[in-house]
């Protein structure tokens, strides 16, 4: 298997926080330069060294950064938009200065590249037993027993390749019924709320933080058909903004969250607010080492555990509003 080679340049202080983040997009391990760990290192006054090659004097004044590895693949492709969308987020957050530049470099791949050359990976896609996801740069074959579901997901997480945005298809297939009304929190794409509404949702809800996700959530509905009065789109925080959360309204039969654990976690109280009694909450996007964490939180506040799928290291929680 090759690997993508991802270099992300933050602050010494940040180094460590940035990680545990990453680790919850699925990075497994970590090769860190620190400059000030160097400086460190050549102050220390009892190191016991005659020689120090010319090469690793140089490490005084490099960029502190962060390295990891990501499958040359589909799924390695979606976690980097994942990650991409990360950085974003945090760039344009209050402590943007503590993360510092977090200027990302992939391998060999320029930045300005980067738009069309992780789109060989993605092919049509059969997702549960009704929907074709099909990248719209593809052409599939026609398949009369599958709706198809055409997504560009821009830089925005949601091609369907990833095993958290399957699960989570196919739970919403699994538990939809018709007319119902779906909250998509942390849309990305909106693949998984455009789905939905494919499905026989009556509309749909779609709400990110970042501006991007919001407007390719918006284009790719357009693109599949759906109506712009069935389909809301918002942009913003709904920890943070109560006229948002105000908008979105309540008595949502489903709502979805395809993000990550500390952010569902976080969000946990939040979900009952959106959700009429004994509706449906799918939660994804979180690794599986961290599934009774994200379960616990969620049933402390009230929802009943109905069942949790898990694929290639990641999960999906299908629950009820227990009120």
């Not at 789905?195 to 509309?203: K, Q």
């Not at 749909?204 to 509905?221: G, L, Q």
């Not at 039969?253 to 109280?269: E, K, P, Q, R, T």
Request: aromatic letters at 8%; a negative charge.
């Amino acid at each position: 298997m090759n690997w993508f080679e991802i270099t992300v340049r933050t602050e010494t202080p940040a180094v460590d926080v940035l990680c545990a983040m990453l680790t919850d997009y699925g990075v497994r391990g970590f090769s860190v330069t620190d400059k000030e760990s160097f400086r460190e290192f050549l102050e220390d006054k009892d190191g016991k060294w005659d020689y120090i090659e010319d090469d690793l004097m140089g490490l005084a004044d490099c960029d502190t950064s962060v390295t990891f590895y990501l499958p040359q693949d589909a799924q390695g492709t979606e976690q980097l938009a994942g990650i991409r969308a990360l950085l974003e987020q945090l760039r344009a957050g209050e402590n943007a200065a503590f993360f510092g530049t977090l200027a990302l470099s992939c391998g060999n791949v320029r930045e300005e590249d980067w738009a069309n050359e992780w789109k060989q990976y993605f092919k049509p896609l059969p997702v549960g037993k009704r929907l074709l996801i099909q990248p719209s740069w593809e052409t599939a074959p026609p398949q009369d027993e599958r709706i198809v579901l055409e997504i560009d997901p821009a830089s925005s997480f949601g091609t369907g390749q990833h095993d958290t945005t399957r699960l989570c298809l196919t739970l919403i297939e699994d538990v939809l019924h018709e007319g119902d009304r779906v909250l998509d929190v942390g849309c990305g794409s909106g693949i998984l709320s455009i789905g939905a509404m494919l499905l026989g949702a009556g509309e749909a809800a779609a709400v990110d933080i970042a501006e991007n996700s919001v407007r390719t959530a918006a284009e790719n509905a357009a693109k599949n058909g759906i109506p712009v009065e069935k389909y809301t789109v918002c942009c913003g925080n709904i920890c943070t903004d109560a006229p948002l959360c105000e908008k979105l309204g309540r008595g949502y039969d489903l709502v979805c969250a395809n993000i990550v654990a500390d952010v569902l976690i976080a969000m946990a109280g939040l979900f009952g607010k959106f959700l009429r009694p004994g509706g449906h909450l799918i939660v994804s996007g979180i690794i599986s080492e961290r599934t009774q964490e994200v379960l616990s939180a969620l049933v402390q506040v009230g929802f009943r555990q109905q069942s949790i799928q898990e694929s290639n290291g990641w999960a999906a929680i299908l629950l009820t509003d227990g009120r």
